[in-house]
């Protein structure tokens, strides 16, 4: 098993770096009010973000990084890498005026899977309140080559020469 450390994170940080997460959360706080678009949108604008993002608008059911359905918003937006290999996956969720934050926020909790991509896994999950919007968070604690994403390094080759050849795929 690998040794994966999931946090909820809630409050400051007292590091002076903080992770993938904690720096995201950090920029989310200061635009709850915002609409869920807006948000994800601003959130990948941030200079750690280490790949080419794509955000999605989403709707109640089977989502990305979720062993079970997620209900009980009114708007959603998926936010992340635009290729899939990289385990980051976020949701800005709006809920109704007067739904359980801390209920939804549990329901996140419990159906998370830090392995929903086949080949990856992340290693911090943040969820973090402000009034009646969600930010959730599924991420590496850093993009830096040694450990977190799968970012190419002098071992591993970059995309470009993973490709597949023209004739076909072929396994060694």
Same mark, same amino acid.
């Given at each position: &098993?690998?040794?994966?450390?999931?946090? #909820?994170?809630?409050? +400051?940080?007292?590091?002076?770096?903080?992770?993938?997460?904690? =720096? *995201?959360?950090?920029?989310?706080?200061?635009?709850?009010?915002?609409?869920?678009?807006?948000?994800?949108?601003?959130?990948?604008?941030?200079?750690?973000?280490?790949?080419?993002?794509?955000?999605?608008?989403?709707?109640?059911?089977?989502?990305?990084?979720?062993?079970?359905?997620?209900?009980?918003?009114?708007?959603?937006?998926?936010?992340?890498?635009?290729?899939? &290999?990289?385990?980051?996956?976020?949701? #800005?969720?709006?809920? +109704?005026?007067?739904?359980?934050?801390?209920?939804?926020?549990? =329901? *996140?909790?419990?159906?998370?899977?830090?392995?929903?991509?086949?080949?990856?896994?992340?290693?911090?999950?943040?969820?973090?309140?402000?009034?009646?919007?969600?930010?959730?968070?599924?991420?590496?604690?850093?993009?830096?080559?040694?450990?977190?994403?799968?970012?190419?390094?002098?071992?591993?080759?970059?995309?470009?020469?993973?490709?597949?050849?023209?004739?076909?795929?072929?396994?060694?």
């Amino acid at each position: &098993t690998t040794d994966v450390q999931t946090t #909820v994170v809630s409050g +400051e940080s007292d590091k002076a770096e903080g992770t993938v997460g904690e =720096t *995201l959360l950090a920029d989310f706080k200061t635009m709850a009010d915002k609409s869920a678009q807006d948000i994800a949108d601003t959130l990948l604008q941030n200079p750690v973000i280490q790949f080419m993002p794509a955000t999605m608008p989403v709707e109640e059911g089977f989502l990305n990084g979720f062993n079970e359905e997620i209900k009980g918003f009114k708007e959603g937006v998926m936010f992340g890498p635009a290729i899939g &290999t990289i385990p980051f996956v976020g949701y #800005v969720f709006v809920l +109704e005026d007067g739904a359980d934050v801390e209920a939804f926020k549990t =329901t *996140l909790s419990d159906n998370a899977n830090l392995r929903w991509n086949i080949c990856t896994q992340a290693e911090e999950m943040v969820i973090e309140s402000e009034g009646n919007t969600v930010f959730f968070l599924m991420c590496p604690k850093s993009f830096e080559q040694e450990g977190g994403a799968d970012m190419p390094t002098p071992d591993m080759p970059a995309m470009d020469d993973m490709l597949p050849a023209e004739d076909g795929i072929t396994l060694e």
